[in-house]
């Protein structure tokens, strides 16, 4: 069974399987963060939110068409010009918006747990509103140029654009990778100094338990870019280099099997959450359970 073959069945099969893992995880992440928001008007489960949002719309718009190539063969950015332009819009914008999202968390509890009562005014759901607005319209626009720029070639949807293909290696390398994976680490480490150095807080359980979600998940999303920045940094370097179809081959699945993992933050987060936080783990219960209850009783009227 040659690379390519393995490559599309892992894709359909692990796709799928992500999908449905993904897509429940994220769902119950919208239901348990819209109900915390409302009761503590907490940022960071507002940026949770946003992001399981983001996540969500992610793995439906690129995840199934991405499933459905491997399984039918059928390729739409191949045979769709709309679709060829169309793509271009959410892969330039949910993935950055979700990382900003998952940046802005870790950030929002440093700011939260500081000793620095002013730093602190600006953990506020109103500015944390106006700066997920003002992203959005950043990563839209990125999007648009994106769109742009993609045609269909007679192997692929793809830009043939010199300029803007030595820009999307940058983009994915450091905007995509090296900057976030630093936010994540430097943030994450100074949180945890904060909580640490503070009394108050390492006594406040509620905010002990959010900060270790956000850290644990901090890890998932620096693996996956990494990994994902890694493969990029490779892909650049050997731009110029002759090779043979057994070599394509083996880059292409390699770069199959990224792409999956790449996934994992996308996916991930609620079974990460449900891990790492007996609090959160109740609050699920209890959700659902409510949830259930009320199911319940609109069926006996």
């Known amino acids: ?68 190539t491997a399984t039918s063969g059928i390729d739409l950015t191949r045979s769709s010009r709309i679709w060829c332009k169309v793509r271009p819009l959410f892969t330039g914008s949910l993935p950055p918006m979700s990382l900003t999202c998952a940046c802005l968390s870790i950030i929002d509890q440093f700011i939260s747990t500081s000793k620095n009562f002013r730093l ?30 993609y045609e269909i070639t007679p192997t692929r949807c793809t830009s043939s654009n ?18 976030p994976i630093l936010i994540i680490s430097i943030f994450g480490w100074l949180t945890n100094r904060n909580i640490r150095q503070t009394q108050v807080l390492a006594n406040r359980q509620a905010d002990r338990q959010l900060t270790k979600m956000i850290l644990m998940q901090s890890i998932v999303v620096v693996i996956s870019n990494m990994v994902y920045g890694v493969n990029n940094v490779y892909r650049l370097i050997t731009t110029g280099v002759t090779k043979d179809i057994n070599r394509q081959i083996t880059e292409n699945f390699v770069t199959t099997i990224v792409t ?10 609620f079974y990460i959450f449900f891990i790492s936080s007996s609090q959160f783990r109740r609050k699920v219960k209890q959700q659902l359970l409510f949830y259930r209850r009320q199911r319940n009783q609109i069926n006996t009227i």
């Not at 506020?124 to 626009?141: E, G, P, T």
Request: charged share 10%; aromatic share 14%; glycine share 8%.
């Open 1 to 68: 069974m040659s690379l390519t073959l393995i490559g599309e069945q892992l894709t359909a099969v692990v796709g799928s399987v992500f999908f449905v893992v993904g897509f429940i995880g994220n769902g119950i992440n919208i239901f348990i963060f819209s109900g915390t928001i409302v009761e503590r008007r907490n940022c960071c489960s507002f940026y949770l939110l946003t992001a399981s949002i983001i996540n969500t719309l992610y793995l439906c718009i690129i995840l199934i068409p991405r499933i459905e």
């Open 260 to 269: 999956l993992i790449s996934y994992f933050y996308s996916i991930g987060s």
């Open 120 to 149: 602190r005014q600006y953990s506020n759901m109103k500015l944390a509103r106006r700066i997920i607005i003002v992203f959005l319209i950043i990563w839209i626009i990125h999007g648009i140029i994106a769109s742009i720029f």
């Open 162 to 179: 010199a300029i803007y293909a030595v820009y999307t290696t940058v983009y994915l390398i450091v905007v995509n990778g090296c900057i």
